[in-house]
């Protein structure tokens, strides 16, 4: 088996090459003042003048210069920083040792380096490579005055009486090892703070993953304690309810779910609190932050500590408007192809013939003296007979509007067409003094890739029902803007009596009892864009006319 995960964290820490290269300086910083240090000691100690330093001792630093240049060059080419470190301080040992023989064996005041080479390797290597390295030491001073008396090494300090020499060598063997257990429990200190650090990167380092993931999901999500108080309310669930996080956090969650869902909360609050495990799921209506009222469909179950014990609650839900206006949609998108399919076959028996009406009675009024009465029904007849070859020729292009190719590169330019429109409509007949418009245009210049002819036959019929809507007169309030996705957003407002609920679920009919004149406008209008891959929607909820936004392609 392998090494901790947290062991190789320290390992791959240990090896990296600014930290042996330190190691290599820092010994060849301290080797030149030991070379003052000792060149001072010889010339005071063995009573030696200041210009005549021993052989051994200038070999001694010549030999630590050269080995500490190897270590330096073997870096490069070995990437086994652990071991080199390892041996640099067996190395290290043996050094001490001899510079302690040349300088007083056991009254050398160079004793103290053992003390010091212990404490950095506390520092640098692990708690069993620490307490090698004190062992090391202990054995390698041992050495000296053994061997010293064996005569195998001239000694110094031969003058020292041997209980002197039992007594200092036995008390620094004593302070040495103290130092190597010290220096031990500072390295597995190290050790420990070090897996510590790293817990605490890791644990971080999933709070942000965990963070980042709840604020990424489209599902509003809200987890809360065993009273019901919110600690969790992520991105979705504040565009879902309209609350911000911050307010929200620290309530209890039944004073922002409606009367449905309290109920259920406090049902599931009650289980959890008595160890019960459960989990619901069903839609409610609740109103949100906004006073504006949205389905959901919720799903309440318990939150689990990792203990298996229940902490609160946790609560998932989605807003089903989108849903709901998919739904709608497609039923909307069936019924209005049914009666496209009628309409192609029905209008264009109806045309040929009333074509043949139309002409015969221009020739009969021809026929007919202007001073006979009868002669201003035919006008009557014939003004009728255009009214509805126009409802015909609308209901065709509803039913089976013109193919329009599209410019993919230079697009229509929406302004300008709105402008035009806008101008246009300035000298309808229906338009008087009484009615006064806004219009707010974009930043810069927008284009559609749809026709230049459908986008203003859209807004012409908007236009136009707004107009309709207000035959006394109002505001009519046009916004064209870029929103966040790409698209083109055109806002239509008008101060009129707006559309009943009753009346919006039938709006996109053709025929529908809630549009004025031919009541094919808005139904061409949703046509178009469905093909084309844009939106309409209509909002009458604050009653205060109508609103209808209208989302194109870029």
């Known amino acids: 088996m392998g090494e901790p995960e947290s062991q190789q964290y320290l390992d791959a820490g240990a090896e990296r090459p600014d930290l042996i290269h330190g190691l290599i300086f820092g010994r060849l910083a301290l080797i030149f003042v030991l070379l003052l240090a000792s060149w001072w000691w010889t010339g005071s100690y063995l009573n030696q003048s200041i210009g005549s330093f021993p052989t051994s001792l200038f070999l001694f630093f010549i030999f630590t210069i050269g080995l500490t240049a190897v270590y330096y060059v073997f870096t490069f080419v070995n990437g086994d920083y652990v071991m080199q470190r390892r041996v640099q301080f067996f190395v290290d040992v043996l050094l001490v040792t001899w510079l302690v023989r040349e300088t007083g ?63 200092i060598v036995g008390w620094r063997i004593v302070a040495i090892l103290f130092v190597g257990l010290m220096s031990g429990r500072i390295a597995e200190r190290k050790r420990v703070n070090e897996e510590l650090r790293q817990s605490r990167e890791s644990f971080a380092d999933l709070h942000i993953l965990h963070e980042r993931i709840v604020q990424s999901v489209h599902t509003g999500l809200i987890t809360t304690d065993l009273d019901g108080r919110i600690y969790a309310f992520n991105n979705a669930a504040e565009n879902i ?11 209890s969650i039944l004073d922002i779910c409606g009367s449905d869902l309290r109920l259920r909360i406090e049902r599931s609050l009650a289980a959890v609190q008595a160890d019960a ?16 009222t949205v389905s959901i469909a919720y799903s309440v179950s318990p939150l689990f500590r990792r203990t298996g014990e229940v902490s609160g609650l946790i609560v998932t839900f989605h807003d089903l408007s989108q849903v709901r206006f998919l739904e709608d949609s497609l039923r909307r998108a069936d019924r209005l192809a ?38 201003s029904l035919f006008d ?111 806002q239509f407002h008008d101060s009129g009596p707006g559309f009943t609920p009753e009346n919006l679920e039938h709006l996109y009919e053709p025929f529908s009892v809630a549009a004025s004149g031919t009541g094919l406008g808005l139904s061409i209008v949703h046509k178009i864009l469905n093909e084309n891959g844009g939106r309409i929607d209509v909002d009458c909820s604050n009653g205060k006319g109508a609103t209808i936004v209208v989302e194109l392609p870029r």
């Open 241 to 251: 309810l309209q609350y911000a996080s911050e307010s929200v956090v620290g309530m």
């Open 105 to 167: 064996d056991i009254n050398s005041p160079y004793v103290s380096l053992y003390s010091v080479l212990i404490c950095l390797a506390g520092f640098i290597l692990k708690k069993n490579e620490t307490y090698l390295i004190a062992v090391a030491c202990a054995l390698s001073f041992v050495l000296l005055p053994i061997l010293a008396g064996q005569e195998i090494l001239y000694s110094s300090s031969s003058d020292v009486p041997v209980s002197r020499t039992f007594q």
């Open 338 to 375: 049914a009666v496209g399919r009628m309409a192609a076959g029905l209008a264009h028996e109806i045309r040929n013939p009333l074509g043949s009406l139309s002409s015969s009675l221009q020739f009969l009024k021809e026929k007919v003296p202007a001073n006979v009465a009868e002669h």
């Open 277 to 292: 495990t459960f989990t619901e799921h069903s839609e409610a209506e609740i109103e949100t932050g906004g006073e504006k």
């Open 380 to 490: 009557v007849v014939l003004r009728e007979s255009e009214r509805l070859n126009g409802i015909i020729t609308d209901f065709l292009s509803y039913a089976k509007p013109p193919a329009d190719a599209l410019d993919e590169k230079r697009g229509t330019d929406i302004d300008a067409a709105l402008r035009d429109c806008l101008v246009l409509l300035k000298h309808n007949p229906k338009v008087t003094d009484a009615h006064q418009f806004n219009y707010t245009p974009p930043p810069r210049p927008v284009h559609s890739r749809i026709s230049e002819t459908k986008v203003k036959q859209v807004m012409w019929n908007l236009l136009q029902n707004s107009v309709n809507a207000m035959p006394g007169g109002g505001d009519i309030t046009v916004k064209l803007s870029e929103i966040s996705d790409g698209r083109i957003r055109m």
